[in-house]
């Protein structure tokens, strides 16, 4: 019995059990978290970034995973985000202000153009977009007012790659912050803040989390760059990370290194098999020594995902979408970097009246090999292409 309902109901039976003492840690679902003295809460409310008081600052579970990732990444601080694109827009808001000037790569994941583009643009900010597979007309498209290098290497869909060293170099020098999207490698395959880069940004919503049930985002960085962000645009924007997100991120990342070694290892077996096949003009993939960016891939990054695309040598729209429809495990989705194998034919994202069969971008199709082994996917290839006959 109880002696007061609302007591009951708000109070009692709460006590963690300190008997025991769980292998994983506790899901820290609360938030706000309470303080014994006037004294510790208002050291508290005047240094949030110092303590833990409102998960819409610090979260226990959050901050598990923060200090995971910056560790993977080699920096001193790492902030979570609800999705990739609020990581990106959050701090690269926070990091520039009217009359500055971006470089940023051509073609990147299609929201981060969109920042510059769509909505800095109306704040006073512009941008130069450039090849993204030459670090010489990027580093020449600084002008005196560029404050910011957005580099994606490789980037998603047809895998250019930047000297990440000579442009880190050249910035740090004229005082320009560098940024860069690394869901492709993950912080198993390549470190960019050891070769000089500011900030490492993911898309945990890939290879991080790994399980395709999740929207989160990363940024890793300097305690210098990163503490005012945490102290303005973080907490004032809210774009954080629920933290039974992070738990059950922090739990995909207890497989991540296996993940990414077994995803290195398929793609290899499927880039060659697409290679000789008589249906594919070209195979897009870092690894290949015939892509262009392949010794400075070779150079910046100990293995390659399982994300390529193949360039179909058929032109006709019709056929390639035959192609695409009998592929039967490669489901047809956005995103990549989960357990499952996926395809994104380009043509799904250009209009009909659009469609140009002499535009090898248009006859993309992105593969993305899952956990799946490899004589299945290939199987699955090999029937498709079969439909064509
Ligand atoms: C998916 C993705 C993003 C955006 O991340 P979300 O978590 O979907 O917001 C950014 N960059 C790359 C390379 C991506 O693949």
């Known amino acids: 019995m109880y002696s007061d309902l609302s007591e009951l109901l708000l109070h009692q039976y709460e006590n963690a059990d300190t008997s025991v003492q769980p292998v994983v840690p506790p899901a820290y679902i609360s938030s706000n978290f309470s303080f014994t003295t006037v004294h510790d809460f208002r050291a508290a409310l005047t240094d949030e970034f110092n303590h833990t008081l409102y998960s819409r600052g610090h979260n226990p579970n959050v901050s598990m995973l923060?200090?995971?990732?910056?560790?993977?990444?080699g920096t001193e601080e790492c902030l979570l985000f609800s999705s990739g694109a609020a990581a990106v827009s959050v701090v690269i808001t926070a990091l520039l202000k009217s009359g500055d000037h971006v470089v940023c790569i051509q073609n990147p994941y299609a929201w981060s153009a969109r920042i510059f583009t769509n909505i800095l643009s109306r704040y006073g900010v512009?941008?130069?977009?450039?090849?993204?597979?030459d670090s010489d007309a990027l580093i020449k498209a600084c002008k005196d007012n560029t404050r910011l290098i957005f580099l994606e290497s490789p980037n998603s869909i047809t895998f250019e790659v930047q000297d990440l060293r000579k442009i880190a170099d050249f910035a740090r020098k004229n005082h320009i912050l560098t940024m860069i999207d690394n869901s492709y490698a993950s912080p198993v395959f390549q470190n960019p803040h050891a070769l000089g880069i500011d900030l490492v940004m993911h898309s945990a919503?890939?290879?991080?989390n790994g399980h395709s049930d999740i929207i989160a985002g990363v940024v890793c960085g300097s305690r210098k760059i990163?503490?005012?962000v945490f102290r303005s645009e973080y907490l004032n924007y809210g774009a954080i990370l629920h933290p039974h997100s992070a738990w059950l991120i922090l739990r995909g990342l207890r497989t991540l290194e296996i993940r990414m070694k077994k995803s290195y290892e398929t793609a290899i077996e499927l880039v060659n098999f697409c290679k000789s096949r008589p249906e594919f003009e070209e195979v897009l993939w870092p690894f290949l020594p015939e892509c262009k960016g392949y010794e400075i891939a070779k150079s910046q990054m100990s293995g390659c995902g399982a994300l390529f695309s193949v360039v179909m040598a058929e032109k006709s729209r019709n056929k390639i979408e035959r192609f695409c429809n009998a592929l039967k495990l490669f489901k047809m989705a956005v995103s990549w970097g989960g357990y499952e194998c996926l395809q994104f034919p380009v043509l799904a994202s250009v209009p009909e009246s659009v469609y140009n069969p002499e535009n090898k971008r248009h006859r993309i199709v992105r593969l993305y090999a899952g956990l799946e082994s490899p004589e299945i996917l290939k199987n699955d290839i090999r029937n498709a292409l079969n439909s064509l006959k």
């Open 66 to 73: 923060a200090a995971k990732l910056a560790a993977m990444e």
């Open 126 to 133: 512009s941008v130069t977009f450039s090849d993204a597979s």
């Open 205 to 208: 919503s890939k290879y991080i």
């Open 226 to 228: 990163l503490e005012p």
